[in-house]
């Protein structure tokens, strides 16, 4: 059984960093990629960047230059380190990873078919 399980939201100030987590367990495949969303409230669902099984990474153009993603192929682990946080970046943050033989490297999140319950970042001003 597939499992993402992110951690490590929460509240902070406006240029402050957070560090996020997400655990990935039971997949059946090698990923081809694996990302990061956000959600705030009452709008759509937004890709944030992704990595490739071999590292290289693509990002929103709002978080470029602030938000780095990696991941710890032996932990299974996958981060988004956010430095300069602004208060518009409150949101819930979700990983997620498709699920064989398509990375769609647009962040289009119906291409995406594995989520985790995601984690809350509150920047405040």
């Known amino acids: 059984q597939v499992q993402l399980v992110e951690s490590g939201g929460g509240s902070v100030q406006a240029g402050g960093s957070l560090r996020l987590s997400c655990a990935a367990s039971?997949?059946?495949?090698?990923?081809?990629?694996m990302a990061w969303f956000r959600q705030a409230p009452g709008k759509e669902r937004e890709g944030v960047g992704l990595?490739?099984?071999?590292?290289?990474?693509t990002y929103a153009d709002s978080v470029k230059g602030r938000f780095t993603i990696s991941q710890d192929n032996a932990k299974n682990t996958l981060y988004l380190q956010m430095n300069g946080l602004k208060p518009e970046d409150t949101a819930m943050y979700y990983c997620?990873?498709?699920?064989?033989?398509?990375?769609?490297?647009?962040?289009?999140?119906?291409?995406?078919?594995?989520w985790g319950q995601g984690t809350q970042v509150t920047v405040s001003s």
């Open positions: 039971g997949f059946p495949y090698r990923r081809d990629c």
């Open positions: 990595i490739l099984r071999e590292g290289r990474t």
């Open positions: 997620a990873a498709e699920s064989g033989g398509y990375c769609d490297t647009r962040l289009r999140a119906q291409y995406f078919d594995y």
